[in-house]
């Protein structure tokens, strides 16, 4: 088939990454999008189950650190432009295994970066898309907002790592004109979420009866924005984002751990037909994480006075809708939480 533009999406078989690739599969018949994932234990194809047939999808098994197998796929395919988000995104592993995190998300990303300069001659309507995180600001006390002016100021492996990789990204831009593109988002929720990170985590063991683990105190605020507003928010800055510019995007919605953890206990006691207050017995205060960042908040004007993004979904509705597609893959909930699951689970509460 003739497309208009070929796209590589890095990491599309992960939790955001599959609902990018969905969504420009479906809105944009006219482009060829190629998904590449080395499929880690947080990469799923059954995430893409609805998508996997349409002509103008493809998928590719890949890792982003085999620098020869990039290059033949450079070969093979010319492509438009990358939307690269294939990482190791969790804090809690980076913390045990940091060296996993420098190389996927640090020499991987710099594979990538030179696999464009060396193809893109003709760098008209090209574009590297970074899809990095706001924890690169560092923490906030209880005022303030990250903005994108913000030095960075990682604290974590896994922070350090993913603003060493927008680094790269910006000094490609500047050095080899690259056309770089970079947003720095908050915390996501939402389906297909790996349940590693706290709002699957705790829906998954509140629907097995097991201890809610709360680190520190649950005084930590984060800013929580549905998975499919990011989605949209990176198929608005892609194609209308400014090259060499940094857009912060955030959904406003600040909620302490515990705060957050009380309500989806009672969405989850309702949604189940439990007594009241059933599920916040098994709430569970564990030691802190270590180096645990208190609070991450997102000043978003720029993308919305730019490009018009306003997050589409208020918080309580999308977490009931989040809860609802929980209890509604079991299949998905049960695989995924097979195998070395229980095992890293054990090893990292116990
Ligand atoms: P995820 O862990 O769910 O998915 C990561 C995907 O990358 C998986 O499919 C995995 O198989 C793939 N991958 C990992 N290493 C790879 C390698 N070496 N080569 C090829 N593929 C590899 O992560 P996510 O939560 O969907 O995050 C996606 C991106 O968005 C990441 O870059 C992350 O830093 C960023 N981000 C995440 C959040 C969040 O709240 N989850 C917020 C802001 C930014
Ligand atoms: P997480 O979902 O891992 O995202 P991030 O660390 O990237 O913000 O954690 C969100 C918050 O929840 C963070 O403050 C750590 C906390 N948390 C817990 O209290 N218990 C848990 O079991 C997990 C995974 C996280």
């Known amino acids: 088939m003739n497309f208009k533009k070929t796209i590589l999406i890095t990491g599309g078989a992960g939790f955001i990454g599959s609902h990018v690739v969905r969504k420009l599969v479906k809105k944009y018949s006219e ?33 982003i650190c085999n620098e020869q ?26 913390i045990t295994n940091p060296k996993e995190f420098v190389l996927t998300n640090v ?25 990095s995180t706001d924890e690169v600001y560092g923490s906030l006390g209880e005022e303030g907002y990250f903005e994108e002016t913000n030095s960075y100021d990682p604290r974590s492996p896994y922070s350090a790592s993913k603003a060493s990789s927008d680094h790269l990204v910006r000094a490609y831009g500047h050095t080899y004109n690259v056309p ?21 985590l705790i829906i998954n063991n509140i629907k097995n009866k097991k201890p809610l683990p709360i ?17 949209n928010a990176i198929d608005l800055i892609y194609h209308k984002g400014r ?53 991450y908040a997102i000043d978003a004007s720029k993308i919305e006075n730019e490009l ?22 079991n299949n998905w909930l049960n695989d995924v939480t097979s195998g070395n699951y229980q095992h890293y689970y054990d090893n990292h509460y116990n």
Request: overall charge negative; hydrophobic content about 35%.
């Open 308 to 329: 018009g993004f306003k997050p589409s979904v208020k918080f309580e509705e999308g977490l009931e809708n989040t809860v609802d597609w929980y209890l509604n893959n």
């Open 180 to 200: 770089v593109k970079i947003s720095n988002c908050s915390n996501n929720y939402g389906s297909f979420q790996f349940p590693e990170k706290l709002i699957p």
């Open 107 to 131: 020499v991987g990303t710099l594979n990538l970066l030179n696999e464009c300069k060396l193809k893109w001659d003709d760098l008209d309507d090209k574009c590297f898309y970074h899809i």
């Open 69 to 94: 197998g990039l290059k033949d796929l450079f070969n093979q395919f010319s492509f438009d432009g990358v939307i690269h988000l294939a990482a190791e995104s969790h804090v809690d592993r980076s």
């Open 243 to 295: 090259v060499g510019e940094t857009y912060n995007i955030g959904g406003h919605n600040e909620w302490q751990n515990i705060d957050l953890v009380n309500l989806l206990c009672d969405i989850m006691d309702r949604k189940l037909g439990n007594p009241d207050g059933e599920s916040r017995k098994l709430i569970t205060y564990v030691k802190d994480r270590a180096g645990h960042d208190l609070r």
């Open 31 to 63: 482009y060829h999008i190629v998904n590449l994932d080395k499929l880690t234990y947080a990469g799923n194809l059954n995430n893409l189950h609805d998508i996997v047939d349409k002509p103008n999808y493809s998928f590719i098994q890949l890792d």
């Open 215 to 231: 680190y520190g105190k649950g005084e930590n605020v984060r800013d929580w924005l549905w998975v499919e507003d990011h989605a």
